[in-house]
């Protein structure tokens, strides 16, 4: 692609808004319905555009406003110095945009103001076009701004939307319809800066117990031997592990067991009263983190503080890169060209008192020192939220299937799953992998029945299962046991998912820590086996509500 790419085709699409010329009393509303009907030529769409803004009373579009959206338009990000000039070309490219896609997002650092909304309305309604505000609101009025051709909305109200709809138990309650075309203003600061804040929806989690119970358990931990300190941090060794009855296998309980002991061992060895916190009236104080501050307040006697348990989460850069076009305009998007090339795969062009738009390259960033450190920035984003939007990927779909009821055979194939990781767990170990399954259903095998060659064992407790399963089918009614297998899944994932998002944080801080080199292949070896493990929790606890949950006649 040559230097000369951007403006070239920004080059012709205002050659194409120069041949219109001036379009007098053209009826703005027909002339856009037939470009939304057929090919329009380019250009075409930004010329009504242009007419529309003045008829709506804007003021004059200068030649730098048509440049700036004509490179919108051709999918780059501008970098434009003038406020009300970025508002105005992201206004007009809203209207180009619409004339194909039917959902155009303009997103802002803050919320817009009914006011700075207001003045674009007219504009839109000249063309035909229906646009919206996003605000707070029940769900009938965010889904039906949604339905708008041009949706305006700060950084975050989509990505709330985003995450409350994978988390809805309704799908009619789903809020959005697709993600074709962002215009972000100000779009290095929404990707870069608060694009590393997520969204988060959560609930508030008592944990006074549990804490308690860690800070008895590490008592008799020896230093050096059971735990090592490193500064404000405690770590367990093997031995702690297996003294406190904890593994290494990366499943997310396990984890989040794990992460308890060593906030109650940090407590207990790393923070200190009237040096790193003060307790007054029954009230600890200080800044200390997240989960040591409850086992601080388990250690002092004082009433603990409920933990934030998160039920979905997505960082604002990750959310909007997921649009099939991603276009913006800032300020400073110079300095940031590189950044944003890595991040969004996007062209930055400056433009300037009218002047063409001249391509700004990767490598003639006006600050290079700020580039190589946002390229750093996004380089460490990339790394670990690319495992953790993969795995939220997979499990939102996992999800959708229970709700829409696609998957009729759900309860016999996970069945078949969790059994078979018992038997290949346990064989030979007839008593252990009985435990197991006793656990599970009631099983009339024996542990003779469980003793023989590998195979004749996996056989015979899957042929077991599948008829535990149907007997309880048969009890609870096909139709009833169904539906109750979809909600009772749902509810178990949302659970465990919260714990993987915590066992995936303690992963990233715990590889860092032990070794900076290579944390990259180690991160993504122990990510993939704990999103296996968190599946297989999954299914376990499903398939242990689903025999053991006593349901009521009604």
Not at 233 to 239: D, E, I, K, S, V
Request: include cysteine.
């Amino acid at each position: 692609m040559g230097a000369d790419w951007a403006s070239e085709r920004c080059a012709r699409v205002l050659a194409g808004v120069a041949e219109r010329g001036e379009l007098g009393d053209t009826d703005l509303r027909t002339a856009m319905a037939e470009l939304r009907s057929g090919h329009p030529a380019p250009g075409a769409a930004l010329a009504l555009a242009r007419e529309a803004a003045c008829r709506a009373g804007l003021g004059p579009v200068l030649p730098e406003h048509l440049a700036a959206a004509a490179a919108l338009c051709c999918g780059c990000v501008v970098d434009m110095k003038d406020g009300r000039g970025r508002s105005i070309a992201a206004a007009l490219a809203a209207c180009c945009y619409a004339v194909r896609h039917a959902d155009v997002h303009v997103i802002t650092r803050l919320p817009p103001e009914a006011a700075e909304f207001g003045r674009f309305a007219p504009m839109y309604e000249q063309l035909g076009l229906r646009a919206a505000l996003l605000t707070d609101g029940e769900w009938e009025v965010r889904k039906a701004a949604y339905t708008a051709d041009v949706v305006y909305s700060g950084t975050y109200e989509p990505c709330y939307d985003y995450v409350r709809d994978n988390l809805a138990w309704d799908p009619q309650e789903c809020v959005q319809r697709g993600r074709r075309v962002a215009i972000l203003d100000r779009i290095d600061d929404i990707l870069l800066r608060q694009g590393r804040a997520p969204a988060v929806i959560g609930d508030t989690v008592d944990e006074s117990a549990r804490c308690r119970e860690f800070q008895e358990q590490i008592r008799p931990l020896r230093r050096e031997v059971d735990f090592e300190v490193s500064g404000r941090l405690a770590r367990l060794t093997p031995r702690g592990l297996r003294r406190l009855g904890l593994d290494d296998v990366p499943a997310p309980s396990s984890l989040v067991r794990r992460r308890m002991a060593e906030a109650a061992l940090a407590a207990a060895h790393c923070f200190h009263r009237g040096e790193h916190y003060t307790v007054r009236d029954g009230v600890l104080a200080g800044q200390v983190p997240e989960g040591v501050r409850q086992a601080l307040e388990a250690k002092e006697g004082v009433a603990v503080t409920g933990v934030r348990h998160t039920l979905g989460e997505i960082l604002p850069w990750d959310y909007y890169r997921d649009y099939d076009t991603l276009v913006g305009l800032s300020p400073t998007a110079a300095v940031a060209a590189p950044a944003l090339d890595e991040l969004a795969g996007t062209a930055v062009v400056e433009v300037r008192n009218g002047a063409p738009p001249v391509l700004v390259g990767s490598n003639q960033a006006t600050d290079g020192t700020m580039s190589r450190f946002l390229r750093q920035w996004v380089a460490e984003m990339l790394e670990f939220t690319d495992v953790r939007r993969r795995h939220r990927e997979a499990m939102h779909d996992y999800r959708r299937t229970f709700l829409t009821g696609r998957d009729d055979d759900f309860a016999g194939r996970t069945l078949d799953s969790v059994v078979s990781g018992y038997v290949a767990a346990r064989h030979p170990d007839a008593h252990g992998l009985h435990q197991d399954l006793s656990e599970l259903y009631a099983t009339p095998l024996t542990e003779d029945d469980l003793t023989g060659e590998k195979e004749q064992v996996l056989a015979r407790v899957h042929a077991d299962a599948r008829a535990a399963l149907e007997r309880r089918w048969r009890d609870l009614g096909a139709e009833f046991a169904a539906d109750l297998a979809r909600r009772v899944t749902v509810i178990v994932i949302d659970r465990v998912w919260g714990e993987h998002l915590i066992a995936l944080d303690y992963l990233s801080c715990r590889l860092t820590e032990d070794d900076p080199r290579d944390v990259r292949a180690r991160y993504h070896r122990r990510a993939a086996a704990l999103y296996d493990a968190t599946v297989h929790q999954i299914h376990e606890h499903a398939m242990g509500y689903l025999f053991n949950l006593h349901v009521q006649d009604q």
